[in-house]
Each structure stands twice: as structure tokens, then as C-alpha cells.
T-cell receptor, first 112, second 110 residues
Framework: DAGVTQSPTHLIKTRGQQVTLRCSPK?????VSWYQQALGQGPQFIFQ???????QRGNFPDRFSGHQFPNYSSELNVNALLLGDSALYLC???????????FGPGTRLLVL | QKEVEQDPGPLSVPEGAIVSLNCTYS??????FMWYRQYSRKGPELLMY????GNKEDGRFTAQVDKSSKYISLFIRDSQPSDSATYLC??????????FGTGTSLTVIP
């Protein structure tokens, strides 16, 4: 049973660029949440997608956007990258209506 | 004031010790409580899930929730070197958006 997968594993960008991160949920899961984890901090909730709609959003600017596809996979897009966007980006999946979230290995983004 | 407070440690214990990890929170509406383990440069791994108050046990791990004190704990019995990791608490009102602590770094010394 495949767990949550994310790609790429590492990424280096420069300020002002745009980035797209991808996530495939655990088999049988239909809900995807994205988190940002800065070094030495706990994950911060960005948003959650369910049935291809953004269901809930954390305190992140509109530069952060997402999408969910019919196969439940998801993308996180970040525009106009800032140095402060450097972090580990985590995707977590769950089954709609259930609270247990399982995390992927993350994508480590470095903005120079 | 942060939603969730967690002592970052680091915590160092000898192998076989009982470890106690704790978080406090300010939002009395939290009712879903999780503990995750995160190894260096990896994603968090779910350890324990508790709904509302009470205790839950799974092998060497016990999770406790005291909603009256807004305090949750994770106990690890017979700690092993493989338990060395960062432990994150997380909690939610709806089960969708989770608020995490900063994590406690634990080292178990053989």
C-alpha cells in the first residue's frame, strides 16, 4: 500500500520565481492538506482540498494557491517567491470526514 | 499567545527510561489531539490519535488528554535509541486544520 508521495524531494529557486509542488495521497484517501515547516518549527497549515475545492485555508497570502485533480492528487503553487518561503513543504492525506492525517516525506524548498 | 505551546527541549534520557512529553494549548474548542514523530529531514509519522479527553495506550506509548487543564501528554515506556526523534503534538477543532507545537527533540542514549 503506497503511502503519501511528494515530488520533487528538493528544489532551489531564486526570489521572484514561481514553484509547483506535487502530492499523491495515500491509497483510498480523498483529502489533501498542505503544510509549511520552517527549520526548528512545527508545521503550519496552508490549506486543505476536498472534492477538488479548497475547503479550509490557514493564514497564508494569496501567493500560495493549490489545485486538486479528479484522481485526488494535488499541487501547491507559490508565486513571487521570497527568501522566507524557504522551508519543508509537507502534504498530508486523509479520508474525507476522518481526522487522521498521514504525511508524505516533504519537498525541501530553498529560495536564494 | 501561540495556540499550542511545546517545550523544544532538547531532552536526553538513558535507554530504558520513561519519557514524558507535554503540550499546553489555549483554545478550549480543540477536541482532536495527535502525536507525531519526525526523524531528521523526514515527514511526520502519526503515533497516537485521541478524540476529546482521556487516555489511550498503544504498545510502549500512552497519550493523555486533560481538557480541563488544556494539557496533553505522551509517555514512552522502555525508551529505545530508535525513539530518538522530534515529537510534535497537533490539535484541531474540526479535524481539518491542525495546529502544531514546535516539537520536542528527544535523544535516547544507549
Amino acid at each position: 500500500d503506497a503511502g503519501v508521495t511528494q515530488s520533487p524531494t528538493h528544489l532551489i529557486k531564486t526570489r521572484g520565481q514561481q514553484v509547483t509542488l506535487r502530492c499523491s495521497p495515500k491509497s483510498g484517501h480523498d483529502t489533501v492538506s498542505w503544510y509549511q515547516q520552517a527549520l526548528g518549527q512545527g508545521p503550519q497549515f496552508i490549506f486543505q482540498y476536498y472534492e477538488e475545492e479548497e475547503r479550509q485555508r490557514g493564514n497564508f497570502p494569496d501567493r500560495f494557491s493549490g489545485h486538486q485533480f479528479p484522481n485526488y492528487s494535488s499541487e501547491l503553487n507559490v508565486n513571487a517567491l521570497l527568501l522566507g518561503d524557504s522551508a519543508l513543504y509537507l502534504c498530508a492525506s486523509s479520508r474525507g470526514g476522518q481526522e487522521t492525517q498521514y504525511f508524505g516525506p516533504g519537498t525541501r524548498l530553498l529560495v536564494l | 499567545q501561540k495556540e499550542v505551546e511545546q517545550d523544544p527541549g532538547p531532552l536526553s534520557v538513558p535507554e530504558g527510561a520513561i519519557v514524558s512529553l507535554n503540550c499546553t494549548y489555549s483554545n478550549s474548542a480543540f477536541q482532536y489531539f495527535m502525536w507525531y514523530r519526525q526523524y531528521s529531514r523526514k515527514g511526520p509519522e502519526l503515533l497516537m490519535y485521541t478524540y476529546s479527553s482521556g487516555n489511550k495506550e498503544d504498545g510502549r506509548f500512552t497519550a493523555q488528554v486533560d481538557k480541563s487543564s488544556k494539557y496533553i501528554s505522551l509517555f514512552i515506556r522502555d525508551s529505545q535509541p530508535s525513539d530518538s526523534a522530534t515529537y510534535l503534538c497537533a490539535m484541531s477543532t474540526t479535524g481539518n486544520q491542525f495546529y502544531f507545537g514546535t516539537g520536542t527533540s528527544l535523544t535516547v542514549i544507549p
